[in-house]
């Protein structure tokens, strides 16, 4: 919490002297054009939509078309939440690894003849209490988020290794499938309306809530917010609690898809869902960013990653392409501004 | 802090010595000279990459690529080896560094010149390095049947009956250790992680200072990639994957702070050994190695608890102190100077 939770992307700009982390000043002209963020997204994610519909006539299905909202759903339902916490200058590298464990839980309770509400409870109550302990590390004792996320990285997927090893749970009751291959109505998915819920469940939270206003206040000056009376490690302990328990849905609904778990389970989905975040036009310093932004971001990943595979294009050559995306979007508005500036 | 050895060096290594006591008490054979050589030699290629990422974190800044940039420039060196069997391996070794360091440097530029967040351009780099193995190998295996013989054994001659993997661990501990305690851009990584803004009116260049600690921590992993390679006869797409975050919880195990300027080599050294230790030990003791994992987040866990007690930093305990008031009832108001 001190120094922005000494998250480790706090250097100055290019080495300048100046201020470490005051992202309003120093985005001026971008924060000024307000929503310019979130139209370039939609432009990139209309043009990737129209070139996949140029190059394969089979995109355009609207069977295809829902199927390929899975590669993105239940990351971004945990990118919502994730989002908020980077706005207020924390990280969450082990969501992935709580899928993990809360998948293993639910495996577990499915041997014990649990019926779908309990494993529902089950997946979310692990989320929850994965989410506290993460919290309780960070708001409570004051530690730095990345590195307490990446122990309990290592812990919560390492329990669920130890509890199932090279073995597989699986035998869900067919109730259960519902979350991950139901539909509500002809081809929107039960994850779609969850998705979509969600987000915007945390964009209101985010943007019209006082709760939203404390989250940046904490982002772009933590000990400010402190002293203007925002109780920075409750809402930072509740920030871990939510992205916990979005971790707890998120395991709920890619059990149900797969129908097993192992120990493997989602493995590297943390370093996609920052990416993600990032994409979206959060910054990763804390303190600016907005939910719909991160809706765009999650699209255009789920986009570029079906395009691809419509085009056989192998998954670790996406990555690339995501990877290019990530750097040249944080790149470019800087590289601009410096153009700009070079030009006066 | 910031001497080549700290009162938490201590403690660890007693923490380290009474871990292998431990498992000495119920199977002796574990603490003869030739089980725990063996414990360093498979340390090694750990230890080697936890300093290059020591002197990046030292500067306040993360590498997330480590292992990504390891696996590249071991794939690269492979695929050389198998195309041009008659070159020599100490080239290949010093192409190995060379590409290695290029890749850090790509890291370092831009996080120097573009001012990106170095979680940002490692996260990125990380899967494009990746993804750049898949593109050159076409996916395809290089299997110990395609390298040279000498490719293969140079890690495991053993001059002075001390494994070459082993040798180039303590050469690099050597150097890094003469590096962050004897040269003025050693001592600089310090001052950039300590106070970036003090140490730009001291004069130093940060960003250049930054940058020079990732080549450092590209040129080790380059290195590294080729040792893992030739040791292990094998180089696929998904070498070392995962292994950043091996290295990283070795620095913090090792009392590196996160938050920059507090570290030390022999902290990196006994970090990554400590790890090295618990798995090798989990088999001796008859503990299943899917324990692995869970033992070393709960030791990253304790680590970084003790690591919050030696960084509370002096100037900042007025503050510190206000905002645990504040934090616990409603604020009572200290006066808020340093920060």
Redesign the interface.
């Known amino acids: 919490m001190n120094e922005i939770g000494g998250v480790p992307g706090t250097p100055g700009p290019s080495g300048s002297p100046g201020p470490r982390a005051l992202p309003d000043r120093s985005r001026g002209w971008l924060a000024r054009a307000g929503t310019s963020w979130e139209t370039l997204l939609l432009v990139v994610a209309v043009a990737i939509f129209l070139l996949n519909a140029q190059l394969s006539p089979y995109f355009l299905d609207p069977w295809n078309l829902s199927d390929a909202t899975f590669n993105f759903t239940e990351k971004a339902m945990i990118a919502f939440a994730m989002a908020l916490l980077i706005v207020a200058g924390e990280i969450d590298l082990s969501v992935a690894s709580i899928i993990a464990l809360a998948s293993t839980a639910m495996g577990f309770a499915v041997q014990l003849g649990a019926g779908t509400p309990v494993l529902v409870a089950v997946g979310l109550g692990v989320g929850l209490a994965c989410g506290a302990f993460n919290g309780l590390l960070v708001a409570r004792l004051g530690l730095p988020s990345i590195v307490v996320t990446i122990g309990t990285l290592s812990l919560f997927r390492g329990i669920a290794y130890i509890v199932l090893g090279d073995q597989a749970y699986s035998g869900y009751p067919a109730s259960f499938a519902w979350f991950g291959q139901g539909y509500v109505f002809w081809v929107i998915t039960v994850e779609m309306v969850l998705f979509l819920i969600t987000a915007i469940a945390f964009g209101v939270l985010l943007h019209k809530t006082s709760f939203g206003r404390a989250v940046y206040a904490i982002g772009n000056n933590p000990t400010a917010a402190l002293f203007s009376g925002i109780r920075v490690p409750r809402v930072t302990f509740i920030l871990f609690l939510l992205t916990g328990l979005m971790a707890g849905l998120a395991a709920v609904c890619l059990t149900s898809r797969l129908g097993s778990t192992r120990p493997s389970i989602a493995l590297g989905w943390e370093l996609e869902i920052v990416t993600m975040v990032v994409l979206g036009g959060i910054s990763i310093l804390g303190g600016s960013g907005t939910v719909p932004g991160v809706v765009l971001a999650a699209i255009i990943m789920g986009l570029v990653t079906f395009g691809f595979g419509l085009m056989n294009v192998p998954g670790i050559v996406m990555s690339i392409f995501i990877g290019l995306l990530l750097i040249a979007v944080i790149a470019l508005p800087v590289l601009g501004r410096r153009l700009l500036r070079a030009r006066r | 802090m910031g001497g080549l050895i700290t009162r938490r060096d201590g403690l660890l290594a007693l923490a380290l010595v009474l871990l292998v006591a431990l498992v000495a008490w119920r199977f002796p054979t574990f603490a003869t000279p030739g089980f725990l050589g063996g414990v360093f030699t498979d340390s090694s290629m750990l230890i080697i990459l936890a300093l290059g990422q020591m002197t990046v ?1 030292l500067t ?3 590498d ?1 690529s480590m292992a990504s940039n390891l696996a590249l420039t071991g794939m690269i060196v492979a695929m050389t080896n198998t195309a041009v069997p008659a070159l020599p391996i100490p080239v290949l070794v010093a192409m190995a560094v060379g590409i290695g360091a290029a890749l850090g440097a790509l890291n370092g530029l ?12 490692t ?6 390095f ?3 193995i ?2 050159i190998s076409d ?1 395809q295996w290089i299997n110990a049947h395609e390298m040279s013989d000498g490719f293969k054994a140079l890690p495991r001659l053993a001059p002075l009956g001390v494994p070459l993997l082993a040798w180039s661990a303590i050469v690099v501990v050597l150097a890094m250790a003469l590096f962050t305690t004897r040269t003025g851009t050693g001592r600089a990584l310090y001052a950039v992680g300590g106070n ?2 003090a140490a ?2 001291a004069g130093i ?4 200072t ?1 940058c020079i600690a990732f080549v450092i921590a590209g040129g080790l992993a380059g290195l590294t990639g080729y040792l893992w390679v030739a040791r292990y006869a094998v180089a696929y ?1 998904d070498i070392a994957g ?1 292994f950043e ?1 091996d290295v ?2 070795a620095c ?1 195990i090792g009392g590196i702070s ?3 300027g507090i570290g030390t080599v022999v902290g990196a050294l006994l970090g990554a050994l400590f790890l090295g230790v618990i798995k090798n030990a989990l088999p001796v003791v008859d503990i ?1 190695p ?9 030791a ?2 304790v680590a ?2 003790f ?2 007690r030696a960084e509370r930093r002096p100037g ?1 305990i007025i ?2 102190r206000a ?1 645990r008031a ?2 616990s009832t409603d ?1 009572t ?1 200290v006066s ?1 100077g340093a ?1």
């Open positions: 974190i306040r800044c993360i997330l831009l996080v120097w010149k573009a001012g990106i967040p170095p979680i940002v351009v996260l990125g780099t990380l899967t494009i990746r993804g750049l898949f593109v996916g970036p803004d730009v009116y260049d940060t960003g250049r930054r797409v995962g975050l990283i919880a913090v996160i938050a920059g299943s899917f324990w692995q994992l869970a033992i070393s987040g709960a990253i866990i970084v608890l690591n919050a900042r503050l510190k905002e504040g934090s604020s108001m808020g920060s």
